[in-house]
Every structure is written in structure tokens, then in C-alpha cells.
């Protein structure tokens, strides 16, 4: 009846009202722990797999709340993202990722991601050009990793970011890579120094033959165009026999570490150095 459906809107709005304080108190806190220093970030290796040498640490922003615990990068940055803070929150993360690097052998890179919101002006090449200058990193210890979507509203200003990142010798590469409509053309409109390939495919790897076919394809694809391609999410040894077999450069995933604190590197070095 009418006072049914009423009862059924009004809890609705209830719920609708709990969702959007909910979502205002986390943006108050997320503004806060940028404030307070509490975005922090860890490293995950990306390892050779001939050599199995470490040649890169993927920068990861991790936020430890104080009530909630850990809360996943993939809440807090389209949550930063929307209300405005992704820039901050970028710089943030690759001032600690530059400062940190510069400590490690020089050997070893370091990636960073970036969110297509960050590539609205230039201000990001004068950001990253600061950083390398002030941390003394040299530019080609830099990737910049970038997903598809950061190209999808592409405009002059994204293609002259990534040139004049370019230039400057920083690397970049193309992350999530397969999972959009036109990963394809965009590797023709701009060099990539690196392919990412997305870690549902290294997933199905095992008994998902079309999954193996892709893989396969992109992993040819770049040796073709002399892009370096690296796999996403190794976690089992069968995987990372299969992406051997394939030609496959470099593989990241739980098989090797997950990511971890700046403290640790030096001890997860020592560690893979004698596995
Ligand atoms: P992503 O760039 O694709 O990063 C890889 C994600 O896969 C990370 O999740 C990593 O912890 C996870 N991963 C690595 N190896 C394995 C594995 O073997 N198995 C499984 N199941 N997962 C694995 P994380 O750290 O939760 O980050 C999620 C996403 O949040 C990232 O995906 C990236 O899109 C975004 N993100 C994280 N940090 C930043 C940042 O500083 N800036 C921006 N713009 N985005 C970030
Ligand atoms: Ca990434
Ligand atoms: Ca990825
Ligand atoms: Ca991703």
C-alpha cells in the first residue's frame, strides 16, 4: 500500500543520508592523513626473470587509519581523485618515491603511478623535473606508469606532458595494459618504454588457453616494437614458468613480495639476491 512505499523511500534516504556522511567523514580524514603525513608508501620489487635481480620497485600509497585500518588505495584514490586531492597526493607519493630511490643502488629504478586527473596541465612535468632536481635522482631511475584512461580524453596537453617527460629522460609506462577498449592504438600514438601486462590475464594463465594467447600476443607484440613488457600479479611458480617460456622480461606479484615499507628494501634485496 501508499504507507508501504513511503516507509520503503524514507529508509532509502536514511540509507542514502548514512552512505554521504560516511563518504564526507573519510574525505575530512583523507585530508587529514595527507596533512598529518599518514599516506605513506610502500615498495613492491619487479624482478628479472633470467637474473632474477631486482630492477625496479613499484611505488604503492598505503593509508593506515587510525579507527579503520588499513584502507585500500583503490578507495582513497578515486576518493582523492573526485574531491580534488589527487595532485597532492601524487606529489606526496613521488617526493617520498624519488627521496627513497636515491638511496638504493643505482640499478635499480623506481615507478610511480599517476592518475589521468593529474595530466590536466603541465604543472606535473615542472612537479617531476623539482622532485629529481631536489632528491638528486637521475631522470631515467623514474618510470612513470599511466593507465589508458589517462589517454582517453587525450589532448595536445597529455601528449606534451609525456613528451616533455620524455625528453627530460624519464621512463614511461603503460599500465593495466589489455584491459581497455584501444591499449592497441595508443602504443602507436606514443613510444611506451614499458608494457604492464594486466594481472587478469597472468591470472588465467593456468588452464585459460585464451588467456595464454593474449599474453603471448603481447609479449610479442612489444619485442616487435622493442617494448620491454612486464608481467602483473605472478603469484604461483607455474605462472612464471609459462611468462619464461614466453619471453616475458620482468614479473611483480606475490610469488616474490608483496610490497613493502622503505625500512625493508634492504633486507628483501638481501633475500632475493640468494634465492
Ligand atoms: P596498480 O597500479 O595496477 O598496482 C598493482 C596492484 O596489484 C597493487 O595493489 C598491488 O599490491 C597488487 N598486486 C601486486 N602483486 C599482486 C599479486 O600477485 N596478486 C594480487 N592479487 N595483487 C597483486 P594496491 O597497492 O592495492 O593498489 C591498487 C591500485 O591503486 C593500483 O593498481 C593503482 O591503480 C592505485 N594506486 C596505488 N598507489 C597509487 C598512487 O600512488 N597513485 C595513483 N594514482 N594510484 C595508485
Ligand atoms: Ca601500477
Ligand atoms: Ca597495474
Ligand atoms: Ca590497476
Redesign the pocket.
Known amino acids: 500500500a501508499k504507507g508501504d512505499g513511503r516507509g520503503v523511500a524514507r529508509l532509502f534516504e536514511r540509507e542514502m543520508d548514512a552512505r554521504m556522511q560516511e563518504r564526507r567523514r573519510l574525505e575530512i580524514d583523507l585530508r587529514a592523513a595527507l596533512e598529518n603525513g599518514d599516506i605513506e608508501v610502500s615498495y613492491?620489487p619487479i624482478v628479472d626473470i633470467e637474473s632474477n635481480k631486482v630492477r625496479c620497485f613499484?611505488?604503492?600509497?598505503r593509508w593506515h587509519h587510525a579507527e579503520r585500518g588499513q584502507i585500500?588505495?583503490?578507495v582513497f584514490?578515486p576518493l582523492a581523485e573526485e574531491i580534488g586531492l589527487?595532485d597532492k597526493?601524487?606529489a606526496h607519493?613521488l617526493s617520498r618515491a624519488c627521496t627513497d630511490a636515491a638511496t638504493w643502488p643505482e640499478t635499480i629504478r623506481v615507478a610511480?603511478?599517476?592518475?589521468p586527473a593529474q595530466f590536466a596541465t603541465e604543472a606535473l612535468v615542472d612537479d617531476v623535473e623539482e622532485t629529481l632536481i631536489r632528491t638528486g635522482l637521475t631522470p631515467d631511475r623514474l618510470e612513470l606508469?599511466i593507465t589508458e584512461t589517462a589517454l582517453l580524453n587525450q589532448t595536445d596537453t597529455t601528449l606534451t606532458i609525456l613528451a616533455r617527460l620524455r625528453h627530460f629522460g624519464v621512463r614511461i609506462a603503460m599500465?593495466?595494459f589489455g584491459t581497455g577498449y584501444s591499449s592497441l592504438a595508443y602504443l602507436r600514438k606514443f613510444p611506451f618504454d614499458k608494457i604492464k601486462i594486466d594481472?587478469s590475464f597472468i591470472s588465467e594463465l593456468e588452464g585459460n588457453d585464451e588467456s595464454q594467447a593474449i599474453v603471448r600476443a603481447i609479449i610479442g607484440l612489444g619485442s616487435s616494437l622493442g617494448i620491454a613488457t612486464t608481467a602483473?600479479?605472478?603469484?604461483t611458480s607455474d605462472q612464471l614458468a609459462k611468462l619464461r617460456a614466453e619471453g616475458c622480461q620482468e614479473v611483480?606479484?606475490?610469488?616474490f613480495s608483496?610490497?613493502v615499507p622503505a625500512n625493508q628494501i634492504t633486507l628483501l634485496l638481501k633475500a632475493i639476491e640468494h634465492w
Open positions: 613492491q613499484e611505488a604503492l600509497a585500500p588505495p583503490d584514490i589527487i597526493i601524487g607519493v610511480v603511478n599517476l592518475s606508469e599500465d593495466d594481472r602483473e600479479g605472478v603469484e611483480q606479484g606475490w610469488l608483496k610490497a
